[in-house]
């Protein structure tokens, strides 16, 4: 019986033991409370889908001992730039999301080849400039939406200058992924496509790991020096991971936008990083070591609580928005617990 | 010679591009210059303090305390609980007294915070300033649990001015008019001119005890080199400033300015300058330098950088205060969101680094940081016609300071490391 136990909460650990029943508790307290749990089940398993990859581009940074990506927004304002463009090109429909892709692949790894260099600069304390590096693309690139000239009106105010704040994607390319192939079991909608993208990205991901540029990528993470010895370029692996993380990141905010049904333009993209971050540490992982499975664990816990939680808390406590407050204490609190973790005590 | 210059140059990269920029700014902007000074000096009144009490971790090798945001959640609790009993008709809550209970309510949760604080900060030894801006974080939606739901319902308050109209929770904008506005502000107000002539007079005074002190010793005197000639000379500069304002009847003679708020930075100034040549102040000098050598002479060190984040959470507790004060307004969910960073940035701006920061750092980061933030929306409208430009370029600007502070100092770090390695 003991070992039965130890072997479902070793692997867990305690976080996520508590999280899981947490989530089974809200599960159940919302069939309780009469609400309906197959929508639930519905947007938990879309909301799940459509942050997975940005949760996905913190594996590489992890992996190669740079610590979790907190520079992603660099790679979001990339993947805004591509949707924003096949917008300006006129296309619809899956073409649309091809070419926003396609077009923001070639400038996340522009960007993120730049940033690369500078986290190497910067050994030690990545984490703290890449939040300020994200901080700053960020607020650059709400300059930048105001004198970028796009001409679509579907993207400019009416009167004045600059983009809109939000843009929406209305017959472009509106849940592309979520409702195509999308079927039903019962009263419960699985988006198909949307799972085969991301599931297919996890695998071209693993696949990546388990390449050889992937396996050195994860030795220079593990021990740097003992990386150097056996005639791996450090510095070029660092680069490597964080132009395929920003990239992730990229792809990762376009397939947000296609199943939220808009791009946030200015100051949306700013604390998204640590929404990202918070998923794959609640999947299991630590700042030096993650896994596929972790980045899927924790997408499926960290959405399902925000899914969950919200229509059970409005009843519970009708004012005001509990579930936005708890979320920013389970996403920050996680972090913080992280970082406890892993910093010496010497 | 070259080098030498080269070097000063590289060192404070930073300001110098900002004093470019705030002048650039200035002249773009086209704002009367009596406008920017009334502006900036009501503004270094309300920020310094704030500034200030980032200094003492820093001293103790714990980078920036991005923490103090918790400081300022400590300060606003009380100024809530301040004002709930000031509109109850308290009289002993308004005004200069009701500014000296928040200050005595706030210290002991300061404290408790940043007790907490310095505990999670030392299982994290080396990531401080990522962990304390992640708890800032995270106390912000504790502090958002607090006052949106636990208020009212297991806290008992009921005051409707204050309360959202359900009962529950408190309201977004707090007004202290009636309670705590300019409290210290209005205590001793001068018009400019005599603020010039009073730290013209400070500065001489100043230069001249130094002066009697080097006299007695050999050391002390090639350590001050010409600084008290230096100082003689701005204390002159500011006499004949002031005495030309008053001769000429420029509007800038009449410009108000809060002596007392002035007194007390300068209070804490003093108070960070003593505080250094104590034991305890040796004491975070050692463990800044390092951890292992501090250890092993037998210092505490866990203890000595709780010590110095208390102190940091408390004086920003007390800076908050000072900053609302001069407002009168209270954002109930936003007003200690920026604080951390606006701090921070500022600080760096006048040529601080993780690990070594002034008081002169700081009074000169705040000088122009406000500058660049007062002058860069009417800036934006004149260059690009847009003033939301300018409002974007200064927060680009707040974060990339703190990004190429924190980027330079890193890579420094990394460029020494390795040539000692080699």
């Given amino acids: ?346 | 010679m070259n080098n030498k210059f080269s070097r000063i140059i590289f060192d404070n990269i930073v300001t110098i591009i900002f004093v470019i920029l705030c002048l650039a700014g200035i002249v773009a902007s086209k704002l009367p210059l009596f406008f920017i000074a009334s502006q900036l000096l009501t503004r270094i009144g309300r920020n310094s303090f704030l500034v200030l009490s980032l200094i003492i971790p820093v001293l103790a090798g714990m980078g920036l305390n991005f923490g103090i945001v918790v400081g300022a959640m400590a300060g606003q609790m009380s100024i809530i609980l301040v004002t709930n009993y000031a509109l109850k008709g308290v009289e002993a809550c308004t005004g200069v007294t009701g500014f000296l209970i928040a200050v005595v309510i706030s210290t002991p949760i300061a404290i408790f915070f940043g007790w907490v604080t310095g505990l999670i900060l030392n299982k994290t030894k080396g990531q401080e300033m990522i962990t304390s801006m992640m708890l800032g974080f995270f106390a912000n939606g504790l502090y958002q649990l607090l006052f949106l739901f636990l208020v009212g319902t297991l806290i008992p308050m009921e005051n409707p001015v204050l309360m959202i109209s359900g009962g529950v929770g408190i309201k977004n904008v707090v007004d202290m008019n009636h309670s705590i506005r300019y409290a210290v502000d209005t205590i001793y107000k001068r018009p400019f001119s005599e603020l010039l002539i009073i730290m013209g007079v400070m500065g001489i005074l100043l230069s001249l005890w130094i002066m009697k002190k080097s006299k007695g010793s050999k050391v002390y005197k090639e350590k001050v080199g010409n600084k008290p000639f230096v100082y003689i000379g701005v204390s002159a500069l500011f006499i004949a400033l002031s005495v030309y304002f008053k001769s000429t009847g420029s509007l800038f003679a009449n410009i108000k300015v809060p002596i007392s708020t002035y007194a007390v930075i300068v209070g804490l100034c003093v108070f960070n300058v003593l505080i250094i040549k104590t034991k305890l102040g040796q004491d975070f000098r050692t463990v800044g330098q390092s951890r292992h050598i501090a250890g092993i002479a037998g210092i505490n060190v866990d203890k000595v950088r709780i010590i110095s984040i208390i102190i940091s959470t408390v004086l920003a507790a007390w800076g908050q205060l000072i900053f609302l004060q001069n407002l009168g307004i209270l954002n109930t969910y936003g007003s200690h969101e920026q604080a951390g960073m606006f701090a921070v940035a500022a600080l760096l701006v006048g040529g601080a680094s993780v690990s070594r920061a002034t008081i002169g750092q700081a009074i000169l980061g705040v000088t122009l940081f406000h500058t660049l933030f007062i002058v860069s929306p009417q800036a934006g409208k004149n260059l690009f016609g847009n003033a939301q430009i300018g409002e974007y370029f200064r927060t680009f600007v707040a974060y990339g300071v703190i990004g190429v502070s924190l980027g330079l100092h890193a890579w420094k770090n990394l460029v020494i490391s390795k040539r000692k390695s080699i």
């Fill in chain 1, 1 to 346: 019986m003991k070992t039965i136990a130890e072997k479902v909460v070793k692997p867990l650990g305690i976080p996520r033991l508590i999280i899981i029943s947490f989530l089974a508790i809200l599960y159940v307290s919302a069939f309780f409370l009469k609400l309906p749990v197959a929508g639930l089940v519905n947007s938990h398993l879309v909301r799940m889908g459509m942050n997975g990859v940005l949760v996905l581009a913190m594996v590489p940074g992890i992996l190669s001992g740079i610590g979790p990506n907190f520079g992603i927004p660099i790679g979001i304002v990339c993947g805004i730039i591509g949707g924003l463009m096949s917008i300006e090109l006129d296309l619809y429909g899956a073409n649309a999301f091809m070419v926003a892709v396609l077009i923001s692949i070639p400038l996340a790894a522009v960007g993120g080849y730049f940033y690369g260099v500078l986290l190497n600069k910067v050994k030690g304390s990545e984490m703290m400039v890449a939040t300020y590096a994200g901080f700053s693309v960020v607020s650059l690139m709400c300059i930048g939406w105001l004198i970028l000239p796009f001409t679509s009106n579907e993207m400019k105010w009416p009167i004045g200058t600059g983009l809109r704040t939000t843009i929406s994607l209305g017959k472009r390319f509106d849940k592309i992924l979520n409702d195509s192939l999308a079927f039903n079991i019962g009263s419960i909608t699985i988006p198909t496509m949307l799972f085969v993208f991301f599931f297919a990205m996890c695998f071209l991901v693993w696949l990546y790991l388990n390449s050889k540029a992937g396996i050195a990528m994860k030795a220079v993470g593990e021990n740097p020096k003992f990386a150097i010895a056996s005639g791996i370029n450090v510095d070029k692996y660092r680069i490597i991971s964080t132009v395929v993380s920003t990239v992730l990141g990229a792809i990762g905010i376009i397939v947000y936008a296609q199943s939220y049904g808009f791009f946030q333009l200015y100051t949306a993209p700013l604390m998204m990083a640590f929404g990202a971050v918070a998923a794959i540490l609640i999947g299991g992982a630590s700042s030096t070591y993650a896994t596929i499975f972790h980045v899927i664990l924790g997408s499926f816990l960290f959405q399902g609580l925000l899914v969950v939680a919200l229509p059970v808390a409005n009843v519970l406590v009708p004012e005001g928005n509990l579930s936005e407050v708890m979320r920013v204490v389970v996403q920050y609190g996680i972090i913080l617990y992280a970082l406890t973790k892993a910093g010496g005590g010497k």
